[in-house]
């Protein structure tokens, strides 16, 4: 019975999907994954060099030229880089904790209706609360070091979650449960091999909203925080007039913020193999 419920929930049968020639794949996947991401990147910082070097539309203490964020980066490396890891290492720690949280959290809602109906709407309001307010109360509330960092990833993230989780786990397809009741399957096996893979698809899009809100938070809370990380060295050096460095500080977030989006990509094609071969493509 679980045998049969699995493979209605999981990968399907190899011989449903042609295997894509390795030579369509060496032609189309590497220009496709590599080169249209470095030409979107080589387009915006053509329009960024336009914009503040070639019509000078803006001044340069405002946002300095690339050439010039570049020098700084390569000058301030000794300083921004030991930044970014403090700042990719809250990033992770506060997206895994919100993560896991956000998932139980998620699971609780759709388990039953009426803890839905209790805490949906408390969970709405502390989502609505602007999280740059709080950055001076988590310093009274919890204190210095990383706990303002992950108390303010955790708040901006969790949210998006829940919600897709509770979405996934409430919309299982109809075939797939009666599929289960048919078999006579336990509320366990049910939700082992039918409700909650089919409910992945959408964990993960919620798992990649709150990536980059990730790295906002932990940003955020290095603003209110003595750990180093990039957010503190933003606010070092725009106290200080150095723009471009502050701005190279931006650009190392911003960079963050793709290769983590980018491995949470990975995970989900390696975690979820069955969705490209069950689902339309563009």
Same mark, same amino acid.
């Given at each position: *019975? ?8 999981g990968t ?22 590599v ?5 979107g ?7 960024w060099w ?21 020098s ?7 300083v921004?880089?030991p ?6 290492? &809250? ?10 949280a956000?998932?139980?959290? %998620? *699971?609780a ?22 999280k ?19 108390? &303010? ?14 979405t ?8 797939l449960a ?17 409700r ?13 909203v709150? *990536?980059?809100l ?5 940003v ?9 990380g990039l957010?503190?060295q ?5 106290? =200080? %007039? ?7 500080? =931006?650009?190392?977030?911003a960079l ?17 193999p069955?969705?490209?071969a ?5």
């Amino acid at each position: *019975m679980t045998e049969l419920i699995g493979t209605w929930a999981g990968t399907p049968p190899p011989d449903q999907s042609a295997p894509e020639p390795a030579g369509s794949r060496r032609l189309g996947v590497r220009p496709a994954v590599v080169g249209l991401p470095a030409l979107g990147l080589l387009i915006a910082v053509t329009v960024w060099w336009t914009v503040t070097s070639g019509l000078h539309l803006v001044h340069p203490a405002s946002l300095p030229p690339p050439q010039v964020v570049w020098s700084a980066l390569t000058g301030k490396s000794d300083v921004l880089l030991p930044a970014l890891g403090i700042t990719t290492a &809250m990033t992770v720690l506060g997206f895994l904790l919100s993560s896991v949280a956000g998932v139980l959290i %998620g *699971m609780a809602l759709a388990a039953s209706r009426r803890v839905e109906r209790m805490f949906a709407p408390l969970l709405v309001a502390i989502n609505a609360v602007p999280k740059i307010a709080l950055g001076p109360l988590l310093v009274v509330s919890v204190g210095w070091g990383q706990k303002p960092i992950l108390t &303010m990833v955790f708040l901006l993230c969790f949210f998006p979650i829940v919600l897709s989780t509770a979405t996934g786990l409430t919309t299982t397809p109809a075939d797939l449960a009666d599929l289960a009741r048919s078999l006579n399957a336990s509320w366990w096996q049910s939700f082992r091999k039918v409700r909650f893979p089919s409910a992945l698809p959408q964990i993960f899009v919620g798992l990649k909203v709150a *990536m980059p809100l990730a790295a906002i938070g932990a940003v955020i809370g290095e603003f209110y925080s003595d750990k180093p990380g990039l957010g503190y060295q933003i606010l070092q050096y725009n106290g =200080i %007039g150095d723009t471009a460095t502050a701005w190279a500080a =931006i650009v190392l977030i911003a960079l963050m913020s793709i290769l983590l989006y980018s491995a949470l990509s990975l995970v989900e094609r390696r975690a979820l193999p069955w969705v490209r071969a069950t689902t339309s493509s563009r």
